[in-house]
């Protein structure tokens, strides 16, 4: 045990106590930003004249020391300290002595702790940020190729209307387009540093708490001490905008796991993302997608996790916020590790462009077409629905597709159909009329496609 107060004890902290009580297990995972704030501090209360130059040069120069001894492993965290705050703190005092134990001036764990917390999450939006940029780059390239892949459209997974790949693959381009601009939000609000707060009213040393902020890269300082040491707001919204990306996902691998059944085989997932079977020689599984799907659960786990933590604490710093951690960095490396793998798999996965194309003939995918037609040539859309609804009974009896049936059967059933339905109602022409902005027809994909290139050139 290697704590920093104990001032006013007279007995030893209860192992058990100690244990349940320290956080070095999991605050270490942000050592660097621990020093990185230490090292902001220090350089503000030289600057102040509350440390000398020479006394902040010297700690500066041992904690970058403390720092890349940590990196190359000669230095070892040492679980003996209650927490990562702690271990650094102890560690520069050991070297110092006296100077060292000048760092801590004018503040306190509990905005210390604030800050480093905020430093890791921001460069986790940030590193989040660019995995799904990545994921962005694919999709635009799939979609690039695939303009003319015609596919089933589906509703209630039954077959609907005829899209293209390219489409298809624009739905989540879209969602995962909004998923960076939450992340650029949450960064945005959370973006102000909490150095300076104190344990919760602030100091009464002069600190410069603009510049504290500046040298670390934030907009400035948090405006409210107490606010400053107990908001963790950022974090659950980090966490929200986290679940929403594996929702989107979660969404994204199940039809992956549908189309790679034996069933479709509208797609082929390459041998370096599949996995067999330990019985069934013929196997090859979606495990890649079924775990992302999996995986969900446990980023909304954390969501509600630090969502339950923070309803009932009273202001300001209580000890129930040391729960913000685990869970969170799970929840981070997970959905980190999720979007670089759904990825590579995306980036790797064979589309069956002709098993595709024929799956949207068979369905009556035309069928709204069809209709369509009737209603160009004067019949009212609520009378060519029936009567194309009483074609494709007689398709479904005669096992064929609308396409196949003679202009002779066709009129037998209305006589304003004409040679040219079966252009009208051909795959090609289903979709390359539906023209309006966000519909599958190639010239308006084209231009959906030029405006999401815009974007990614731009962000
Ligand atoms: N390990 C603590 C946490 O994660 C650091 C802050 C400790 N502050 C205190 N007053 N005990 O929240």
């Known amino acids: 045990m290697a704590q920093l107060w104990g001032g006013r004890f007279t007995k030893e902290t209860d192992q058990l106590v100690y244990n349940f009580n320290a956080s070095i297990t999991f605050d270490q995972k942000f050592y660097k930003q621990d020093i990185e704030g230490s090292i902001a501090h220090v350089t503000m209360l030289g600057k102040q004249g509350i440390l000398t130059n020479e006394e902040a040069q010297d700690i500066i120069k041992t904690l970058k020391e ?32 006296d ?27 940030m590193a989040t940020d660019a995995l799904l940029e990545e994921l962005l ?37 879209e969602m995962f387009k909004r998923d960076r601009q939450r992340l650029r939000d949450i960064f945005e609000r959370m973006n102000y540093c909490p150095l300076g707060s104190g344990a ?19 907009y400035g300082p948090t405006l409210n001490s107490m606010d400053g040491v107990s908001d963790r707001d950022y974090l659950i919204e980090f966490l929200s905008a986290l679940s929403t990306i594996m929702m989107h996902l979660s969404r994204f691998s199940e039809e992956v796991i549908i189309w790679n059944s034996n069933e479709y085989q509208f797609v082929e997932i390459d041998d370096a993302y599949s996995t067999g079977s330990s019985i069934m020689p013929q196997k090859k599984n979606p495990d890649i997608a079924e775990l992302v799907r ?8 954390a969501l509600v996790s630090l969502l339950t933590t923070m309803k009932g604490i009273p202001l300001a710093y209580n000890k129930d916020m040391q729960e913000d951690k685990e869970l969170s960095f799970d929840a981070m490396d997970t959905a980190k ?26 369905g009556f995918t035309n069928a709204t077409d069809a209709a369509d037609y009737l209603v160009n040539h004067g019949v009212p859309f609520r ?12 398709c479904i009896d005669k096992n064929m597709a609308i396409d196949d049936m ?28 539906r023209l309006t902005i966000g519909a599958p027809g190639k010239e308006a994909m084209e231009k959906v496609i030029a405006l999401e290139k815009e974007y990614l050139a731009k962000n």
């Open 383 to 394: 009378d060519a629905h029936g009567i194309v609804g009483q074609i494709v009974l007689y």
């Open 99 to 125: 100077t060292g134990k000048k760092l801590h001036t004018g503040r306190s764990r509990n905005d210390q702790v604030a800050l480093d917390m905020r430093l890791y999450t921001r460069q986790e939006v």
């Open 337 to 362: 590790g999720c979007i670089a793998l759904f990825t590579g798999m995306l980036d790797t996965m064979k589309f069956n462009q002709e098993v595709m194309r024929n799956s949207s003939k068979n």
């Open 200 to 218: 919760l009213a602030g100091t009464t040393y002069p600190l410069d708490r603009d510049y504290t902020a500046e040298l670390m890269g934030f």
């Open 294 to 301: 999996g995986k969900t659960g446990r980023v909304y786990g």
């Open 406 to 433: 003679s202009l002779e059967e066709l009129k037998a059933i209305s006589p304003v159909f004409e040679e040219d339905i079966y252009d009208a109602i051909s795959m090609e022409t289903c979709v390359n009329k």
């Open 137 to 173: 780059n694919v999709l635009l390239r799939i979609m690039e190729e695939n303009t003319e892949t015609i596919m089933p459209g589906f509703t209630h997974l039954q077959k609907a209307q005829p899209i293209t790949l390219a489409h298809h693959m624009g739905a989540y381009f």
């Open 66 to 97: 403390i720092q890349s001894e940590v990196e190359n492993g000669t230095l070892e965290i040492s679980s003996e300290y209650e927490d990562i705050h702690s271990f650094v703190e102890a560690t520069l005092i050991d070297r110092l002595g």
